[in-house]
């Protein structure tokens, strides 16, 4: 069954801590993404990477880091550098080219303690 | 910055009317469009796609694209509770990523 999984589904962060999100695809999809969505709000971009081993910033990268190792895999670390990481995550995956949709994971929500 | 601008709403229409949601680009050059929604808490799902001018219809949606007014819409028929969400449209800008609208939320009410 194809499709993108993002882990953990909720998340909370201490003062100080870098933490990881967790995003695949199965879908064999060559563009991965990652979006930052507050309450109420739109989606920003945080980073994306159209193939392996490159990865370009979006409006709203400080803060985070990102690695493109394998096709199927985009992590995304939220630094202690980013001051207010609470908010809701989601990574998409894209075929090909811009004229294609993104399809999108469930979602990680990150809360700070 | 190549843009998608939608009304952000709320944009409330009563069960079994007709819901119009309007998006507008600014890039010329973008060739297909994209309608996602999204319901409270939930992450965005891809519903319609249109890449002529023209209608495309699928069951009670109906993409309608204006590539001469930069215009797209979405509209819905027999609105029900259950389409009471956010409505994102998304474009492409040349080789960057799609751009999102901030989204049109719809309450459809009973």
């Known amino acids: 069954d194809g499709g993108i999984t993002q882990s953990p589904k909720y998340l909370f962060r201490k003062e100080g801590q870098n933490v990881t999100l967790s995003c695949e695809q199965n879908?064999?999809?060559?563009?991965m993404y990652w979006y930052r969505q507050d309450p109420g709000q739109g989606l920003r971009l945080i980073y994306y990477?159209?193939?392996?081993?490159?990865?370009q910033k979006g409006d709203i990268a400080e803060g985070y880091s990102v690695s493109r190792e394998k096709k199927e895999s985009f992590p995304l670390t939220v630094t202690s550098a980013q001051k207010n990481p609470t908010a809701f995550y989601l990574c998409?995956?894209?075929?090909?080219?811009?004229?294609?949709?993104?399809?999108f994971g469930d979602g990680t929500r990150l809360s700070i303690l | 910055q190549k843009e998608v601008e939608q009304n952000s709403g709320p944009l409330s229409v009563p069960e079994g009317a007709i819901a119009s949601l309007n998006c507008t680009y600014s890039?010329?050059?973008?060739?297909?469009f994209f309608w996602y929604r999204q319901y409270s808490g939930k992450s965005p799902e891809l519903i319609m796609f249109?890449?002529?001018?023209g209608d495309k219809e699928d069951g009670r949606f109906t993409a309608q694209l204006n590539k001469a007014s930069q215009y797209v819409s979405l509209l819905i028929r027999d609105s029900q509770p259950s389409d009471s969400a956010t409505y994102l449209c998304?474009?492409?800008?040349?080789?960057?990523?799609?751009?999102f609208g901030k989204g049109t939320r719809l309450s459809v009410i009973a």
């Open positions: 998409a995956s894209q075929l090909g080219g811009g004229n294609q949709p993104q399809h």
């Open positions: 879908l064999n999809h060559d563009a």
């Open positions: 990477s159209q193939i392996v081993n490159d990865f």
């Open positions: 890039d010329r050059g973008s060739q297909s």
């Open positions: 249109i890449y002529s001018n």
């Open positions: 998304a474009a492409p800008s040349g080789n960057t990523p799609l751009v």
